[in-house]
């Protein structure tokens, strides 16, 4: 007579669960196998001429295309794009371009297309994107600020539109033609300064948070340089506890304020950050802010709530704590006082 084994449940379900996890098992050591083989590809040369090496192998060191599963560098060097009106995505996990010891890096990402170059983890470190065609491109993906990094159309007419997140510790720099911000919310904190170089510099923020949380700065020259606020709904362009930073020679209607009602922002400068002016709403001539100025143009303005400086706040603190020790000093030397008094009586 056979005897037949029967299996409780407990032990069905003990079983099924071993069999999972051995999957789960053999998964993760694939993904570890797949991670082993990741590397760091650096460029070796800039393309120039016909080469590119966004899609290519021109100048790689490992001498192929980019692909899943690796980090690339730049360096110094300039990276290009293919050209005509397609739309490109790089390749690989990350972009880095410059590096952090280079002053003022070469390195550059030559955008040679009018359609849409997306990159998912573009960081720029003393690194900065331009745009090589006589119209515009659009960037998209996510950008990280990690020291500085540029957006520079390199000549008057030509424009960059930034839809890509833009974070990091680091600072943007707007430089010779047009930049369009239109990304809601960014998050990178280093501040953001437009100059002029050999053309106009004009930066337009299409969207609310599009600067960030830091200080923006514009500069002077001959050449000009222009900040356009636009298409918000909160009208919160610019930082509330942020300061706009003019320069003295800027030229009339240098800031359009093209939206109905206010940004609230924390100071506002006329001379560079020399001196600081009231707090109050400020705006175009006829604009109905109590103060108004021809540096400004549009109908909404700009509400400036006084809020010390850095430095400013770091010696209120610092006299606050001086006068907190000083009270404290006194109040000991009186109970001294106090005290032997009442050991003479």
């Known amino acids: 007579m056979k005897t037949k084994l029967v299996h409780s449940p407990s032990f069905t379900q003990y079983v099924k669960r071993l069999l999972r996890l051995s999957a789960l098992t053999a998964t993760l050591l694939a993904a570890s196998a797949v991670d082993s083989t990741a590397a760091t590809v650096t460029l070796t040369a800039s393309d120039t001429g016909t080469t590119q090496s966004f899609t290519g192998s021109s100048n790689w060191d490992n001498g192929q295309a980019p692909s899943a599963g690796n980090d690339y560098r730049t360096g110094v060097y300039t990276l290009r794009t293919d050209g005509g009106s397609a739309n490109y995505t790089f390749a690989g996990d990350s972009l880095t371009m410059g590096d952090s010891v280079t002053t003022n890096s070469d390195a550059r990402l030559a955008i040679r297309t009018t359609g849409t170059v997306t990159i998912s983890d573009l960081r720029l470190n003393h690194g900065n994107v331009a745009v090589y065609v006589s119209t515009s491109s659009t960037l998209a993906g996510s950008v990280t600020l990690i020291d500085w ?197």
């Open 149 to 345: 990094g540029s957006f520079s159309p390199t000549a008057a007419g030509r424009t960059l539109i930034v839809t890509a997140t833009v974070g990091g510790s680091g600072q943007l720099r707007v430089s010779t033609g047009n930049v369009i911000l239109n990304h809601a919310n960014n998050s990178y904190t280093g501040g953001t300064i437009v100059a002029a170089s050999s053309a106009e510099s004009h930066l337009f923020v299409q969207a609310d948070g599009a600067l960030g949380s830091g200080d923006v700065s514009l500069k002077g020259g001959s050449n000009g340089t222009k900040l356009t606020l636009s298409n918000g709904i909160t009208n919160s362009y610019i930082a509330s506890t942020a300061s706009l930073i003019l320069a003295k020679d800027l030229q009339s209607e240098s800031v359009t304020l093209s939206f109905q009602g206010v940004n609230v922002i924390g100071n506002l400068s006329f001379d560079g950050g020399l001196t600081w002016v009231t707090a109050g709403t400020y705006g175009a001539i006829g604009s109905g802010a109590t103060y108004q100025s021809d540096i400004f143009s549009g109908t909404g303005l700009l509400e400036v709530t006084g809020i010390p400086e850095a430095s400013t706040s770091a010696m209120l603190g610092i006299g606050a704590l001086i006068g907190a020790l000083v009270i404290r000093q006194s109040v000991k030397k009186s109970k001294a006082g106090e005290e032997s008094g009442r050991i003479g009586l």
